[in-house]
């Protein structure tokens, strides 16, 4: 995905999303993109609400539509009563997550391209799958490969956000290694989001 069009994502939604990757999307130009853009403001209906909630998950994480679905239906197996606390801890326990958060990537989608290319280990065993949950306790390291990619090293030296609560670095002043010490919750996901418009919007589609 093109800066361009992280920075449209973004001004349409009216949020920065720290999983693209792309700061300062609403520095300049804090309305939607379009010609009319600056002049026109649409007042949401409660769907349009609802949906905007939706695509913040979809685009912060770098989801399909299918994808959070499932999410969405494993949340509710785990937790029926709170689904959307489930949901908010499976989504920040995904592996390509953890390596954004541990600041081994400047994006989403750039922590991803480091799992599938085998350059994460996870309690010493290099994993491909960056939807895979990474369980409390366990441990998300770079490969000795990793430590010496340029990229790598730069989004440890700026990080795109801080080190969340959940997270701790495994042997410090090491930032090479990382280790989940809880379960993640709503007040983890890093950007503005209204949790029981999403779970309205699930909830009148049966999902």
Same mark, same amino acid.
């Given at each position: 995905?093109?800066?361009?069009?992280?920075?449209?994502?973004?001004?349409?939604?009216?949020?920065?999303?720290?999983?693209?990757?792309?700061?300062?999307?609403?520095?300049?130009?804090?309305?939607?993109?379009?010609?009319?853009?600056?002049?026109?403001?649409?007042?949401?209906?409660?769907?349009?609400?609802?949906?905007?909630?939706?695509?913040?998950?979809?685009?912060?994480?770098?989801?399909?539509?299918? /994808?959070?679905?499932?999410?969405?239906? =494993?949340?509710?197996?785990? %937790?029926? @009563?709170?689904?959307?606390?489930?949901? $908010? !801890?499976?989504?920040?326990?995904?592996?390509?997550?953890?390596?954004?958060?541990?600041?081994?990537?400047?994006?989403?989608?750039?922590?991803?391209?480091?799992?599938?290319?085998?350059?994460?280990?996870?309690?010493?065993?290099?994993?491909?799958?960056?939807?895979?949950?990474?369980?409390?306790?366990?441990?998300?390291?770079?490969?000795?490969?990793?430590?010496?990619?340029?990229?790598?090293?730069?989004? /440890?030296?700026?990080?795109?956000?801080? =080190?969340?609560?959940?997270? %701790?670095? @495994?042997?410090?002043?090491?930032?090479? $290694? !990382?280790?989940?010490?809880?379960?993640?919750?709503?007040?983890?996901?890093?950007?503005?989001?209204?949790?029981?418009?999403?779970?309205?919007?699930?909830?009148?589609?049966?999902?």
């Amino acid at each position: 995905m093109s800066g361009v069009k992280k920075f449209r994502i973004q001004r349409a939604l009216g949020i920065e999303l720290p999983g693209l990757g792309k700061p300062g999307a609403l520095d300049n130009r804090n309305y939607p993109p379009g010609q009319h853009g600056k002049d026109h403001k649409r007042k949401l209906t409660q769907f349009g609400e609802q949906l905007r909630e939706k695509q913040k998950l979809l685009f912060h994480y770098a989801l399909r539509e299918e /994808q959070l679905r499932r999410f969405v239906r =494993l949340a509710k197996s785990r %937790q029926a @009563s709170n689904w959307i606390e489930a949901l $908010a !801890g499976l989504l920040e326990l995904r592996l390509d997550n953890i390596v954004f958060r541990l600041g081994f990537a400047r994006s989403i989608a750039s922590a991803r391209q480091l799992v599938s290319h085998g350059h994460i280990l996870v309690d010493g065993r290099r994993q491909t799958i960056g939807s895979m949950l990474v369980r409390v306790g366990s441990c998300v390291h770079l490969s000795p490969e990793a430590k010496k990619m340029v990229a790598v090293q730069q989004a /440890q030296q700026n990080p795109r956000l801080g =080190l969340p609560s959940y997270l %701790q670095f @495994s042997d410090p002043p090491s930032v090479d $290694a !990382g280790k989940v010490i809880v379960t993640p919750d709503l007040g983890h996901i890093p950007f503005e989001f209204n949790a029981p418009q999403v779970a309205e919007y699930y909830a009148k589609r049966g999902v």
